[in-house]
């Protein structure tokens, strides 16, 4: 059993109530203070989905295809009692095509069924039981069809594709320098190909939506990361325009990608309910419905080829990335883009092609999950890493520390990093910290006893060139008489900290106290399009725009007067990005980390203590150092989690684990405390030089427990979850 | 079947006439307004709907309202009147341990549970004590400082 140090608490820092920056100990934002929401969410009562209480409000649950993938041929109806209503396709009175990237999702399946959950209809109204009965009476009849239920299937070209002629959703290509000619002088080729497989998020607090119909408007109340997105998939479903059509966040229990895209789908859901039924209607998912039919994240098959060295120097790398999309596209070309730009991680190889595919499948919908393609792309590369580091008899981090990127160092993508790149100071305070390479000597002939570490990059912000062309963020700070300021922006807490730490950065400009900055749970008749909550992206890029616009607003202060300033996104000089090209700076700004994790294998059971979890991260700086630690907290457990117990198998297109009791994801009892190291390496252009942690703490804990449990059996291990079942076949099978 | 059921919740003798089968969660929530008791799963996993029954700590979702009668319940809303629950909650925020809190009421009644049956538990202790209320956010770690922190805190209180 893993080490119970009973710490003591006495460095605890108990924050104070107000600050400004005139009273943080050495004028140090980065100083913790009291989480703005944490009283009412303590309490219990601060307000989420399912507190929302309208007047004559009914209630709508989703009928959902059973097959995976059909022709729907009839649906029957009963006789519906008074005040019950059927809403479908024909109750969409806009585009019955959920507005995400591409419009292939229906908001209800037209002729055919793509996916076991694929919605056909909402029943609606007072009584839950009866709305039960209805939809146990509806008969829809089904002409079945042959279902695509994995990459191989997809890609084998046996059955009848279901989508194109080839099931492939969207490829890209890149690559740079010379493959064929550094191949065929290569001293040493290697091959190995990994596996991932689903996560899903559990957000504690499931999907939901309210619809309200009031004077020709349509309101949306919702749990979601992205007003805006809501708002402009409800424009195309509705037809309605701007004016007629309200969203409004609300307290969010949880998110992790999870509500980036999908919310869309059921608040139109909800708002073709209001508009028929003429009341508000709540649409919230049961868990077991949330754990089987809502977006996912992507499976991967990746394979990587690889030219070496007799030093091992990677000279050539050659990467296949396939993600299953599941029934329809989604956000996948985007996830897909992300892995690709962190396929070759922290190392810099001279020639790359890198190939990514995502297929089409009869399974349920792939979709954002906190690195977005990144934790599947680091996987196979770290693992990889260390399949070199066995070919040549020498350690994983000495074939690392061969391949390391340096500052000024081309990125994979052709672009430059131009800021310090603080690896050989990640690898120091992590050595230190948790004594790896000592470990790695001490444990070559302890069986069963193991230790790995990753070492990567995330890209913070938005992929490419969407920031400056799609999504040209507005912040909007508004001053009120009584000298409180307003953030009016479309982000949102959903338990990441910036209802605090913008809060912060604000209050820290203008020089007032952090109880004097408001900021509300966002809602489009309020506030500008600043962009979503995705993307590690809310306090480099939104916080920055706050801290300018405060800036702006302290220069005109006047205690007397109300105003607004209102700042727009600018892209920075120097970097450039080809989108069609995939070629340039994929991403202006870049956080770091090293995370090493010890295990115990169990002999008998094959089952693995954590032992322990070190994290060393570059993140720029903390906005609010408890609010990161939480973060890496948080990120480190869920992604080893992803790596090791969180297992969902599909099977002919239906889950086998498709509840909270059978997908299993970490209690308290499960992982030790995480470690936390934080280097500095201010951003300049990040608000107190902030970059993005969300993701940054995820992405690489899969991969070191993966590679802990390989050091631990001395065997490979090439695909996620490592299960006891998993490394009992990879003994037994020699 | 209606019946009518008499219980004590939150130290106030109550009554409700409903159908025995209805989850003691939807009567906290809908005849009670105890909206901290939440639901986040329905299957008796998750602990977000944590109160305590008869002083056991219990998950109301899986619990008929015919099975607690006579009984004494305390919500959320009812532990917040006591100076143990001010303990908790400065703790709770001096500990980071709040993210997006859906899961904290839960846990708070978890910690009220572990501390009144054993009122100085190490780490383990406290690990076990929580380990029905799942947490999605935190990884944990900050709600287990946050209890000990309590504990410490609020010597001579449970």
Excluded at chain 1, 380 to 403: D, H
Excluded at chain 1, 486 to 498: A, D, K, R, Y
Excluded at chain 2, 123 to 142: F, H, K, P, Q, W
Aim: glycine residues 8%; aromatic residues 10%.
């Amino acid at each position: 059993m893993w080490q119970l140090k009973d710490k003591s608490l006495e460095s605890i820092e108990v924050p104070s109530k107000k600050y400004k920056n005139s009273t943080y100990p050495n004028k140090d934002i980065s100083t913790s203070v009291k989480r703005v929401d944490s009283e009412e969410k303590i309490g219990g009562t601060a307000k989420y989905l399912g507190d929302y209480k309208f007047d004559n409000m009914l209630y709508a649950k989703t009928l959902r295809s059973p097959k995976a993938h059909a022709k729907i041929k009839s649906i029957t109806i009963p006789d519906l009692p008074d005040g019950y209503y059927i809403v479908d396709k024909n109750d969409v009175p806009g585009k019955n095509a959920v507005k995400i990237i591409f419009d292939d999702m229906p908001y209800f399946a037209d002729e055919y069924v793509n996916y076991i959950g694929d919605p056909l209809l909402l029943v609606v109204g007072k009584d839950k039981e009866k709305i039960l009965n209805i939809m146990e009476s509806i008969q829809v009849e089904y002409e079945e069809l042959d279902g695509i239920f994995t990459i191989d299937e997809a890609l084998s070209g046996k059955k009848k594709p279901i989508f194109n002629n080839d099931n492939v959703f969207i490829k890209y290509n890149f690559s740079k320098g010379s493959l064929c000619e550094t191949f065929s002088k290569a001293h040493k080729i290697i091959e190995g190909e990994y596996d991932t497989g689903y996560q899903e998020h559990i957000y504690l607090e499931p999907q939901g939506m309210i619809g309200v119909y009031e004077n020709d408007k349509v309101s949306v109340y919702g749990s979601m990361q992205c007003p805006y997105y809501v708002k402009n998939a409800l424009k195309q479903g509705l037809g309605f325009d701007d004016e007629h059509i309200q969203v409004i966040q609300t307290t969010t229990g949880g998110a992790f990608g999870g509500k980036e895209e999908y919310p869309s789908l059921i608040a139109g859901h909800a708002a073709f309910a209001t508009l028929k039924c003429g009341k508000p209607v709540q649409l919230i998912f049961d868990r077991d419905e949330d754990v089987e039919f809502t977006t996912k994240r992507h499976p991967s098959k990746i394979k990587i080829k690889a030219a070496i060295s007799e030093e091992w120097k990677i000279e050539a790398m050659d990467i296949d990335i396939i993600l299953d999309g599941g029934a329809y596209i989604g956000l996948s070309g985007v996830i897909l883009q992300r892995a690709m730009f962190a396929c070759t991680g922290a190392y810099n190889i001279e020639n790359i092609n890198v190939k990514g595919r995502v297929v089409a499948t009869n399974n349920v919908v792939s979709g954002a999950y906190r690195g977005f393609g990144a934790p599947q792309a680091y996987f196979a590369l770290e693992m990889f890493i260390n399949k070199i580091a066995r070919e040549f008899n020498v350690t994983p981090l000495a074939v690392k520390k061969r391949n390391f990127i340096k500052q000024g160092d081309p990125t994979c993508t052709g672009g430059t990093f131009k800021d310090p790149v603080p690896i050989p100071k990640l690898i120091n305070k992590i050595e230190e910290v948790s004594g790896y390479s000592e470990k790695v000597k001490e444990y070559k002939d302890k069986k069963y006893k193991g230790i790995g570490m990753s070492v990567f990059y995330h890209g913070c912000g938005f992929t490419g060139s969407a920031e400056k062309d799609v999504i040209k963020a507005i912040v909007k700070l508004r001053k009120y008489k009584d000298d409180n300021v307003e953030i009016l922006i479309s982000n949102v807490e959903m338990g990441q900290g910036t209802t605090t730490t913008l809060r912060k950065i604000a209050a820290y400009a203008l020089n007032i106290n952090i109880e004097d900055v408001i900021y509300e749970n966002p809602d489009t008749d309020r506030v500008p399009d600043s962009g979503p909550t995705v993307a590690s992206r809310t306090i480099m890029i939104v916080g920055k725009l706050i801290q300018d616009a405060a800036e702006e607003m302290k220069d005109k202060w006047n205690s007397s007067e109300s105003f607004e300033v209102t700042v727009q996104y600018k892209h920075p000089e120097g970097y450039c990005w080809d989108n069609e090209k995939l070629h340039g700076d994929a991403y202006n700004a870049y956080a770091w980390g090293a995370n090493v994790v010890e295990v115990e294998v169990n002999p008998i059971t094959y089952e693995v203590d954590v032992i322990g979890i070190w994290t060393a991260f570059d993140i720029g700086k903390a906005i609010d150092e408890k609010i990161v630690y939480g973060q890496i907290d948080g990120g480190m457990i869920q992604g080893i989690g992803y790596g090791s117990i969180e297992v969902m198998n599909s099977q002919g297109g239906r889950l086998k684990q498709r509840t909270i009791t059978d997908y299993i994801i970490p209690t308290a009892m499960d992982f030790p405390k995480v470690n936390r190291e934080l280097v500095d390496n201010p951003y300049k252009l990040g608000p107190h030089g902030a970059k993005g942690v969300g993701e940054t703490s995820f992405i690489g804990a899969p991969v070191a427990f993966a590679a802990a449990v390989e050091n631990a059996i001395n065997k490979p291990i090439e695909k996620i979850p490592v299960t006891p079942e998993y490394i009992m076949e990879v003994l037994e099978n020699d | 079947m209606i019946k009518e059921i008499r219980f004590v919740l939150n130290d106030k003798k109550v009554s409700v006439e409903i159908d025995t089968l209805t989850r003691l969660l939807d009567v906290m929530r809908n005849e009670f307004h105890c909206l901290g008791v939440k639901e986040g799963c329905g299957e008796g996993e998750c602990g977000a709907c944590s109160i305590l029954l008869d002083g056991k700590l219990v998950n109301s979702c899986i619990i008929p309202i015919g099975q607690v009668e006579d009984s004494v319940i305390v919500t959320i809303e009812g532990l917040k009147k006591t100076e143990r629950y001010k303990v908790l909650q400065k703790a709770f925020q001096d500990a980071g341990a709040v993210q997006c809190g859906f899961c904290t009421p839960g846990m708070i009644m978890a910690a009220e549970s572990l501390l009144s049956h054993n009122p100085k538990p190490s780490e383990e202790d406290i690990r076990v004590g929580i380990s029905g209320n799942l947490c999605r956010c935190t990884g944990y770690a900050m709600i287990v400082e946050a209890v000990k922190l309590a504990s410490i805190r609020g010597e001579g209180l449970w």
